[in-house]
């Protein structure tokens, strides 16, 4: 089919820059042997995440239990939740997984790990445990600091838990080059503190489990990490490209729209909205918009309704007619991703395959 | 079931509340002699559209084909949708639609009107049609200007096409009570001048169709409205209770939610995220936050990532542990049921029904 005949709003997904965003990264890690377990949030489709395995990723990581049943079924054997889950229905339901699956999670609390190790012993199963760290994202993670061993060791010790090391998330680093270099350091001196406390307390650390797509690359210089979980990487958005971790030809990903109406002087209303793009915002630019337009970057999407994204045309250098079709890459393609049922590969103007969002709307 | 029996995140509605709120705007409505069109884009649930109609209502109103489509096959005979539909695939599905039940469009180019006639015309199927204009929402509709009426004209003389009258969206009356009321008066200025244009060439306005929930229970102050499609009403919500046209006790929604981390001092971690009651904003007050934890309205959900909501609590009146259950009041009701596959009916502590999101995901 021809990308004329697909209707709107339609996810695209570019399939070549695709294959190139995997195949470099992959690459990457090879060339600085670090684990590459990807994040599958970003697309929720196991086809891809059978994808990213077969060009080297050691397993996937997922944040939630709905996440790790889909890839599962999709065939996929080693899936890290990176994820606190916490709750008796939940706990079944892992260890219910991990007779099917290698399934790790990462978790922050002696509750969290209670609940799992019991459930797990009585199961018959054991559960690969990393423990995460807060080195400066401020969101989950113990506090790097000599109270928490006593919670790390009485984790390490619980029956039927596998503790293998470390999770941290440098989510804070959406932010421009120089200053990713200097959190860098930071971040590098917070490591060198955990890992000298683990070394007091005889806790071994096997993983060091970090990186998200803005650092992805510079993985290699976060010290003695051995595993990384990218999940935007295999397509790139706005948000990637603001903070430079990306270029915009390396962006795989847009939503097809049509002009709907022009009947507002200096506007255009396009047929994706909140409901279409999500409204998470230009984190690591300058905040305004919520999409780039391919071809036309002076076209601001200033707001969106539900189902309407809305155009200023002040700075656009095109007309805009009802009937004319856009593309527009979000601000965040994995929120975006996830209010689609279907997405579609292209090659050119040649609409070449189709992927189901299969575990959209799975339960936490 | 009980409470404690259903899993987290769940999006809980108190099926007394909303029952209140659907007879309350139903009796209003009879009281004014307004027609009742609910927005059904806030629930997309065949069933509680049908209770809808079954409390008087004359038909629902809907943002896109795909929720028609799903309203039709629920049962639902008489269908607003309320978008300038454009596109070969989508007039093929809409003519297709109006063999089933009563679907009119709202539009406001003669774009959309010239395709939607064409396609009617030749499926042998007639389409009611209401004019969109632009009262000051500056999104969509035609100006309230003479060089419009040349355009409605147009329009109203395609064949196929029933013009029926006049579509106002309020949206920016989403503010406190005063200042909606200095909007009225602009609102009704301009509707007089809209229908003196109107007058003098000649063209009627048997239906005149406008509100939003913030403006439900003033619709009999806009001056000559006939139709009313307010949609958020029948849950209401933080940003509905923001501006005061609700108050607290009208709420009939809540995500239940369970504490997993609060490793992180002054913070606690809850397992509902941006995918679980979007990242729409508190646009009805102070910008603050994602949602009104009840019971404890100086924990801040200060920001959402994808999974989890991170609360700060430092005005907070209670503690939070891992695995403590908190029910937290979304900012956008109709944004945050649209990422659930199913919400849950409770009657105090009480899991009386279970409804499928059905047109959550259709596509445009």
Redesign the interface.
Known sequence: MKLDGL???SVLVEVDIMTANLDRLAGYCREHRLNLRPHV?THKIPELAQLQVRKGAVGVTV??LGEAEVMVDGGIEDVLLA?????E??WERLVSLARRARISVAL??L??AQGISRHAREAGVRIPILV?F?TGM??????IARESIGVLERIVELPALDYEGLLIYP?HFLVDPERRNQLLTLENRQLSTLLGLLDDARIPYPVISASSTPTAYMSHQFDNINEVRPGTYIFNDRNTIGCQAAGLEDCAVSVLS????????G?A?I?GG???F????FLSGDGVGFGHVMGDPGAVVEYL????G?LVLANAIRRY???DRVRVIPNHV??CV????RIYGIRDDEVVTEWRVSA??A??
Chains 1, 2 share one sequence.
Not at 83 to 87: A, I, L, Q, R, T
């Open positions: 209707d709107t709003p949030k944040a939630k994820y606190p889950v916490y709750g229905i939940k922050d609390s509750e969290v995460e807060d401020r969101r989950c993670g113990l506090a989510g049509t002009v709907v109406s022009t009947s507002v002087p506007k209303a047929d909140s409901k279409t999500s409204s998470d915002k309704s539900e189902e309407h809305h007619r009802v009937g994995c929120a996830n209010m689609h049922n959209r709307g339960v936490q």
